[in-house]
């Protein structure tokens, strides 16, 4: 994984004329494409007054996981914690939402934006312990970058919330 080669593609689309909504979903294919065990990469996006989170832009198999309560999944704990939740084996949790049962391990961190949690980017992977440190200060730094986008594109966050 060259971490560099990946930031310096995503900050391109990131700086792009394309709507927030096109950015995002070329981010996830860009990652799920380029990482070898990035199998399904998507933004889910919060709504505190329901404590729900609300399925963005992804690439990979559909899900049926478009809603997830705040607790529910790893996920739901990392809307909660505000902490990234790197999972070796999705089996070994007694709290985790299968989504496709080909998945071995999952990374989720936290979106801040001007330091409030607005959701996060979930990878899946059908490789156990397929995540590291590396994985964690990628996404991380890509993260922060879709934070500054969407800083500016309120209405963006409120028509995934609104649902």
Known sequence: MNSSKIIKHLEEVLKSDQDLKKKLELTCEYLKNTVDHYDWVGYYFANHEKKTLHLGPYAGEPTDHTVIRFGNGICGQVAESNE?????????????????????????????????????????????????????????????MVSEVIINDVEFLNSFISK
């Open 84 to 144: 990234t939740f790197l999972v070796e084996d999705v089996h070994a949790q007694d709290n985790y939402i299968a989504c496709s049962i080909t998945v071995k391990s999952e990374i989720v961190v936290p979106l801040f934006v001007e330091g409030k949690n607005v959701g996060q980017v979930d990878i899946d992977s059908d490789t156990i312990n397929a995540f590291t440190s590396d994985d964690k200060d990628l996404l991380r730094t890509i993260n922060s």
